[in-house]
């Protein structure tokens, strides 16, 4: 008896070509670097023909000899960095400098097939029940699947399913989720592709290549248009309702055949048209539990798997997100009228203390006034768009508070804001750096910010609690030196750390521009006059010192640029690779506190309380995020985004976060 290779079933005969499936056994690979079919694996697994390929992986069919069926095998095989040679096992790596990410990706593939093993005999997760090491890569055995990918099933269907298959479909995923939740395990990838549809009417939920258990760090591995907004920020909070995000935007795009916008667009301007305008036969509960489980704030969606299945049954009140709102505010008020009515025979004191507790939990309704000034190289809408951005999961949480958000052009926040100080006209929440402190002093107290923090979860806040002005600004982030050097323009020698203004004129005449913002930080830093000496230096060049330092180096008349960490990002964007960052040695670094911010004192008690929380949330990680770590205006006090902000910018502030532990900052 012969077993094809492609069909796996058994026939009679020396001949080649398979009676039942017409397969040619002496068929090659279909592309040289895969698994020559026929080749033995583990003395057990015999490797049938690919049927499919991925970046990361091969899929074959293979045949069990120790349990005499069909299996399928994926090997570990990244393309861009392996390859085999033609009729060999073995996978090679290109090159040495690829070994170390080859050799985490292999470890990552192993990860998931002990991950996927935990649920083996689940009936809608794919079972896998082997995985080892060998030829130099890695294999995992898997249960052949029959069928297709729900992705191509909504294809066949003409780009969309009928309601009920859209439904029943959801609900064996999230059967799967709730087991694989339970376990403290996150898929992180639901899409289509990776919902399997078996020609038997089993649903699977495959590829577990994204997963981690919750609450640890979360790479960013998404697919978009499903992905929520916190998967496209690497260590922000993720957790079940982030798989569900995803589910609903799976079943969205079964029931409409239109993919829904990306998250992170819906922020800003959501747009996203519910199933039921884009198909009338689409039930309310349903699309209304579509519309939950794709809300843009994590807190409105549903929180578990259950929660999510009970509204595509129609169990109890399915409401959108709309009217999940209205009804939260309504049992917020309910619960202030409760607790009143408990403590009405009680003492004044004790209802004077309840309602204040309660007022640090709830928000009554309020109009606050936000100025924000635009950052060097940036224009007013630009900063409006990002202050946006940054309060985007506020909003969503407080949609009882209203920002008015009015941005300013560099040069004229500056006179705007003391010219509202002097009239008493401040606006309720602003970036204060600019002010005189006779002007601060005056200003709203911010005892209320300090208490929401967790100063433990921040660097230097608790030191600059101590500050004079503490309680009347707190900063948004830290502003280190940084040294910027480019042999275009003709630096002779770069130096590995910066230590002082001297050795920038060690082989010649000096030849730097200098942020004038820094001049002070620099003189504590160095006791060198860098200011003064680049006063000369711009004469000597016919600049105006206080405005011209970056033009000096952006345009190639200077070597050196002595500023801090905010000019990172806008000079990779004017002249991306032509220059190199440079921190200074630790023996000498000192930072600044950068993006002071305050709370006007004309507001009433409602507007203040509401400035005080978005205070607190503009030093939130999501904030952080996007101030920091995507737009770099400063290193995060928060510390696990200024751990973030070192890994997207590893090349040259890896060091940071150690650097800060130590930091002396004026």
Not at 60 to 69: E, G, P
Not at 419 to 433: I, N, Q, R, T, V
Not at 446 to 456: F, P, R
Not at 636 to 655: I, T
Request: overall charge negative; aromatic content about 10%; proline content about 5%.
């Amino acid at each position: 008896m012969k077993r094809c290779l492609n069909c796996m079933k058994e026939y009679q005969g020396e001949g080649n070509i398979c009676p039942w499936c017409g397969y040619d056994q002496k068929s090659g690979p279909k592309e040289l670097y895969y698994l020559q079919p026929g080749t033995i694996l583990a003395d057990r697994y015999v490797v049938g023909v690919q049927i499919n390929t991925g970046g990361f992986g091969i899929i074959y069919k293979a045949w069990d000899n120790t349990l005499d069926k069909m299996v399928a095998i994926k090997e570990y095989f990244p393309g861009g960095i392996a390859n085999r040679i033609p009729g060999k096992k073995e996978v090679l790596v290109y090159a040495p400098k690829n070994m170390k990410e080859y050799q985490r990706g292999k470890e990552k593939f192993l990860n998931e097939a002990r991950t996927v093993a935990k649920f083996n005999n689940h009936p809608n997760i794919l079972d896998v029940y082997d995985f080892f090491e060998d030829n130099q890569t890695a294999y995992m055995i898997m249960d052949f699947l029959d069928g297709m990918s729900f992705k191509e099933y909504i294809r066949e269907k003409g780009g969309r399913v009928n309601v009920e298959t859209a439904v029943n479909v959801t609900l064996c995923v999230l059967d799967a989720l709730k087991a694989v939740h339970k376990a403290g395990i996150l898929h992180r990838d639901i899409n289509p592709s990776n919902i399997f549809i078996c020609r038997n009417g089993e649903v699977k939920l495959i590829d577990f290549g994204a997963s981690r258990i919750e609450n640890t760090d979360m790479t960013r591995i998404l697919t978009p248009h499903y992905a929520p907004p916190e998967q496209y920020t690497t260590k922000s909070k993720e957790g079940p309702y982030t798989d569900l995000y995803a589910l609903g935007a799976t079943l969205y795009t079964a029931l409409t055949g239109i993919k829904p916008e990306e998250s992170t667009d819906r922020q800003t301007n959501d747009l996203l048209k519910p199933p039921r305008q884009l198909r009338e036969d689409v039930p309310e509960y349903v699309n209304n539990a579509v519309m939950r489980a794709m809300a843009i704030n994590p807190q409105l969606r549903y929180q578990n798997a259950d929660q999510f299945k009970n509204a595509l049954l129609n169990k109890g009140t399915v409401r959108d997100v709309e009217h999940e709102l209205k009804h939260r505010k309504f049992m917020r008020v309910a619960m202030v009228f409760l607790i009143i009515a408990v403590l009405a025979g009680a003492s004044g004191a004790g209802v004077w203390f309840t309602m204040n507790r309660l007022k640090e939990v709830y928000l009554a309704d309020a109009s606050i006034e936000v100025w924000v000034p635009a950052a060097p190289g940036q224009t007013a809408d630009e900063a409006e768009e990002l202050f946006e951005e940054m309060t985007a999961e506020f909003q969503e949480t407080y949609p009882q508070i209203r920002l008015d958000i009015n941005a300013f052009e560099e040069e004229e926040y500056e006179e705007a804001l003391i010219e509202a100080a002097e009239d008493k006209e401040l606006p309720d929440l602003f970036d204060s750096s600019c002010l005189d402190e006779d002007y601060v002093e005056d200003l709203a107290s911010l005892e209320g910010t300090y208490e929401l923090l967790d100063l433990d979860q921040y660097y230097h806040l608790e030191e600059y609690q101590d500050e004079d002005l503490a309680m009347k600004q707190i900063p948004l982030c830290v502003q280190i030196p940084v040294l910027y050097a480019s042999a275009v323009n003709g630096a002779a020698e770069i130096p590995e750390y910066f230590t002082s203004c001297e050795e920038l004129a060690a082989d010649g005449p000096l030849k730097f521009s200098l942020n004038a913002r820094d001049g002070r930080l620099y003189e504590d830093m160095t006791g060198e006059d860098c200011l003064g000496t680049f006063e000369e230096e711009a004469g000597r060049l016919g600049a105006d010192p206080e405005r011209e330092g970056y033009e000096l180096f952006t345009t190639g008349q200077t070597a050196f640029y002595l500023s801090d960490t905010a000019d990172y990002q806008r000079l990779a964007q004017d002249i991306p690779g032509q220059y190199q960052a440079v921190l200074p040695a630790e023996d000498i670094l000192m930072g600044r506190y950068d993006c002071l911010w305050s709370v006007g004192p004309e507001g009433s008690e409602d507007q203040q309380a509401a400035a005080i929380r978005l205070l607190y949330y503009l030093l939130s990680e999501g904030a952080q995020d996007v101030l920091c770590v995507q737009n770099s205006r400063g290193v995060p006090l928060n510390k696990r985004m200024c751990q973030e902000y070192a890994n997207v910018n590893s090349q040259d502030f890896s060091e940071l976060p150690s650097m800060m532990e130590d930091l002396s900052l004026n």
